[in-house]
């Protein structure tokens, strides 16, 4: 275990430590258990223990689905290493269910709504009612605006623009301090993909993650990365029945051994997230060797699974098609989806379909022997037992391929839901902050 040294900032539930000869910081947890701003604090025990476990398991999900974050390793039951950052004076806030102050705010919005399209908030972080000397209505003010400028926050704990919640104005010289740009875009980029990492990963274990607070910060390098902690205080999180196994039975004012009790089991549960590091894998096969395969994967779609290139010509050699395919499985182990690229659309995906376990997707590689109108019809009317999906356009067969595999991996869950609900930011009203 690190040896701490100069300690460098104690808060409500953990203190932060120097490290001789070393550039990281050593996060030590508390365990110390506060909700009301403070009004409410008791000691509970093991809580250190389980907070630093569920915090490490979850950024080590976030890491292996390429989120930036200052998480570097655990260091012993209570601690872990994280790198140096300028923290950022936000809370942000992801919701896919409206609970808490979401609801004094949007008092026309019934409690548990789901949001199909998760709104993101930004809280601006203060104390004793003031920001850098600028006096506050409360702390923790909503961010309902920002620009070049400055922001525009109001009280969290009541509707926007009603006469008694009246705008405070934050200068951007307070607010962003010497950076020229806001990074409220970036911001809600990262907090949308990682609530769609943790949602993805507590959906195979039939849990809803309800509500998520995380923070940011520039590392030394000026990277913005993903910062603080994400423990069971962080969230609001639902078990298959619905109840509460968050820090919302403590606020409810539940005894503390038995709030300790699912502190214990979210802690053992974040055990699983190890399995569902590996990204899975999607295999482009094609017989042509100089056929054009990046036209499947770009940098984005890369991040949310592995994609494997593959040559054989399966309608000349079937036979060694399928060995070669079941070898490349066997090595593979975890869950796996097949694009043939060929110009004898049918055969390659057939062979493959019937040949092995894992879902196939036939895209028609450029060739005038294939016409829609008429070998359309040899796509659909496949023989029993060999299914295959059909796909004209490569990205679409992508797309797809993503869809499948997210039934178990939160990293394809979070690829292909983020682009889901991205499209539909561009069409609707659906609530988010706005970004000038």
């Known amino acids: 275990?690190?040896?701490?040294?100069?300690?460098?900032?104690?808060?409500?539930?953990?203190?932060?430590?120097?490290?001789?000869?070393?550039?990281?910081?050593?996060?030590?947890?508390?365990?110390?258990?506060?909700?009301?701003?403070?009004?409410?604090?008791?000691?509970?025990e093991g809580k250190a223990v389980h907070a630093t476990a569920t915090t490490c398991a979850v950024f080590e999900l976030l890491k292996a689905g390429g989120i930036p974050t200052a998480f570097v390793e655990r260091a012993g039951p209570d601690s872990f290493l994280a790198r140096p950052c300028e923290m950022l004076p936000y809370e942000v806030v992801t919701r896919r269910i409206g609970l808490g102050s979401y609801i004094k705010r949007n008092p026309d919005v019934a409690p548990?709504?789901?949001?199909?399209?998760?709104?993101?908030?930004?809280?601006?972080?203060?104390?004793?009612?003031?920001?850098?000397?600028?006096?506050?209505?409360?702390?923790?003010?909503?961010?309902?605006?920002?620009?070049?400028?400055g922001a525009i926050v109001y009280r969290p704990d009541m509707p926007v623009r009603v006469p008694a919640n009246a705008a405070t104005f934050i200068p951007n010289a307070k607010l962003y301090g010497k950076r020229a740009r806001h990074p409220f875009a970036d911001i809600?980029?990262?907090?949308?993909?990682?609530?769609?990492?943790?949602?993805?990963?507590?959906?195979?274990?039939?849990?809803?993650?309800?509500?998520?607070?995380?923070?940011?910060?520039?590392?030394?390098?000026?990277?913005?990365?993903?910062?603080?902690?994400?423990?069971?205080?962080?969230?609001?999180?639902?078990?298959?029945?619905?109840?509460?196994?968050?820090?919302?039975?403590?606020?409810?004012?539940?005894?503390?051994?038995?709030?300790?009790?699912?502190?214990a089991e979210v802690a053992k549960r974040v055990e699983r997230f190890k399995a569902l590091e590996k990204k899975p894998r999607i295999i482009i096969w094609t017989d042509n060797r100089d056929a054009d395969v990046s036209?499947?994967?770009?940098?984005?779609?890369?991040?949310?699974?592995?994609?494997?290139?593959?040559?054989?010509?399966?309608?000349?050699a079937p036979e060694l098609s399928l060995r070669?395919?079941?070898?490349?499985?066997?090595?593979?182990?975890?869950?796996?989806?097949v694009i043939t690229y060929s110009k004898n659309v049918n055969a390659l995906a057939l062979l493959?379909?019937?040949?092995?376990?894992?879902?196939?997707?036939?895209?028609?590689?450029?060739?005038?022997?294939?016409?829609?109108?008429?070998?359309?019809?040899?796509s659909l009317r496949v023989p029993t037992g060999a299914p295959v999906m059909t796909m004209l356009e490569p990205e679409n067969a992508t797309i797809a391929a993503l869809g499948v595999l997210s039934a178990r991996s939160p990293l394809a869950y979070m690829g292909r839901r983020y682009e889901m609900e991205r499209r539909r930011l561009k069409h609707t009203d659906s609530p988010r902050i706005r970004v000038q």
Request: glycine share 6%; with cysteine; hydrophobic share 40%.
């Open 1 to 44: 275990m690190a040896q701490p040294g100069k300690l460098i900032a104690e808060g409500k539930t953990k203190r932060l430590f120097k490290l001789e000869k070393s550039p990281h910081i050593l996060v030590v947890s508390k365990n110390d258990i506060t909700a009301k701003d403070g009004e409410k604090h008791d000691v509970m």
């Open 295 to 316: 036209q499947f994967y770009n940098a984005t779609t890369r991040g949310y699974a592995d994609f494997l290139p593959a040559y054989f010509d399966g309608f000349m």
């Open 188 to 263: 809600e980029e990262l907090a949308r993909k990682v609530f769609l990492i943790l949602e993805g990963a507590w959906r195979d274990q039939r849990w809803q993650i309800c509500d998520l607070k995380i923070e940011f910060g520039y590392d030394v390098s000026g990277r913005l990365v993903v910062a603080d902690v994400i423990d069971n205080d962080s969230w609001r999180l639902f078990d298959e029945t619905g109840r509460h196994v968050d820090k919302q039975q403590y606020r409810d004012d539940m005894p503390v051994d038995s709030v300790a009790i699912d502190y």
């Open 352 to 378: 493959f379909s019937a040949g092995t376990h894992v879902p196939v997707i036939a895209v028609p590689a450029p060739s005038t022997r294939f016409t829609v109108d008429v070998d359309i019809w040899s």
């Open 324 to 337: 070669q395919l079941a070898a490349i499985l066997e090595y593979e182990k975890g869950d796996v989806v």
């Open 112 to 149: 548990k709504t789901r949001f199909e399209t998760l709104v993101v908030e930004l809280f601006l972080k203060s104390k004793g009612r003031k920001f850098k000397g600028i006096k506050l209505p409360a702390d923790d003010m909503y961010i309902a605006e920002v620009s070049p400028t």
